[in-house]
Antibody, heavy 120, light 107 residues
């Protein structure tokens, strides 16, 4: 049973960079059957897909965030990461990492989520 | 981007009721439609993928149907643990998008 666990600072100052890591256990980020994604949810609101990465390092991002987002994968550590630059209060949200089963990208496993607050 | 619209946004129902939630896509997504359940303070949980395929371990009281632009999630007999928020999500094209959610509450 795969497990995903987000980690990173819970508080980030405006204009700085948000950095999170998702550690994967019970499965491998090198598997060709999955994408690895980040999804966020502001308090009381819906879900927003941020982007995905494949084990090869090929990434795709939501155009709404594309210029500020980077997702990377470290197969040696079995983890993948998210960076969002120039954050504002609008980036305050619970951030989830999730596994997407191919070929129909379905988010079948999720981390518990981590709250990131952008505030000075 | 493909817009996903759910209706209703909220719904009050009683234990044992049959409930249907609708999701409409702004363009055809064939059957690239998934449904999730989210309880307060928890991550979403996959219920149905490819419009009608029940995820392993999900009770058979849940079912999904539809294709193209119109989809439904049906719960045949509500149980106490079913009261949650439900989201549809299209996986036809990036950016993957979710509906705004349907909050199912106890009447």
């Amino acid at each position: 049973q795969v497990q995903l666990q987000e980690s990173g600072p819970g508080l980030v100052k405006p204009s700085q960079t948000l950095s999170l890591t998702c550690n994967v256990s019970g499965g491998s980020v090198s598997s060709g059957n999955y994408y690895w994604s980040w999804i966020r949810q502001p308090a009381g609101k819906g879900l927003e897909w941020i982007g995905r990465i494949y084990s090869s390092g090929s990434a795709s991002y939501n155009p709404s965030l594309k210029s500020r987002v980077t997702i990377s994968v470290d197969t040696s550590k079995n983890q993948f990461s998210l960076k969002v630059t120039s954050v504002t209060a609008a980036d305050t949200a619970v951030y989830y990492c999730a596994r997407a089963l191919l070929p129909n990208p379905t988010f079948d496993s999720w981390g518990q989520g981590t709250l990131v607050t952008v505030s000075s | 981007d493909i817009q996903m619209t759910q209706s209703p946004s909220s719904l009050s129902a009683s234990i044992g009721d049959r409930v249907t939630i609708t999701c409409r896509a702004s363009q055809s997504i064939t059957t690239y439609l998934n449904w999730y359940q989210q309880k307060l303070g928890q991550a979403p949980k996959l219920l149905i993928h490819a419009a009608s395929t029940l995820q392993s371990g999900v009770p058979s009281s849940f079912s999904g149907s539809g294709s193209g632009t119109d989809f439904t999630l049906t719960i045949s007999s509500l149980q106490p643990e079913d009261f949650a928020t439900y989201y549809c999500q299209q996986s036809y094209s990036t950016p993957y998008t979710f509906g705004q959610g349907t909050k199912l509450e106890i009447k």
